[in-house]
């Protein structure tokens, strides 16, 4: 994958005031922490992480977790992803037998299967 490839967008925050505003801004060193954010087309930060400069963010996973946001945003929440879900695997239907009992629905080695 090269940089013209990636399907969302990538920011740059030269000035740190992004990094202020999400909170991963440093100030006694100068420098953000490495923030990854994803917002809903509403706007609504849906899910987060936030590294310690040494460490890269993966690019796969942040890929996986789009596509995830965007299955569930699509369902209306009808549909939901366990841990570790991927694109084509089985999805859960949430509600109060659910709760408890997702081992019960859904094992891990599902969303490693090919």
């Known amino acids: 994958m090269t940089g ?3 399907p969302f967008p990538m920011l740059s925050d030269q000035d ?3 990094g202020r505003m999400y909170g ?3 100030e006694e060193e100068g420098v953000e ?12 930060v849906q899910g987060y992480e936030v590294l310690t400069p040494p ?13 995830a ?15 570790g879900w991927q694109p084509g695997k089985k999805t859960l239907k949430p509600g109060p037998d659910l709760v408890g009992k997702v081992w019960e629905n859904w094992e891990v080695s599902e969303a490693f299967e090919d």
């Open 4 to 6: 013209k490839d990636i």
């Open 16 to 18: 740190g005031s992004i």
């Open 24 to 26: 991963v801004y440093d």
């Open 33 to 44: 922490t490495r923030g990854r954010f994803l917002i809903d087309p509403d706007g609504i």
């Open 55 to 67: 460490v890269g963010r993966n690019v796969e996973e942040t890929i996986r977790q789009i596509k």
């Open 69 to 83: 946001f965007q299955l569930v945003r699509e369902t209306e929440g009808a549909e939901v992803t366990p841990s």
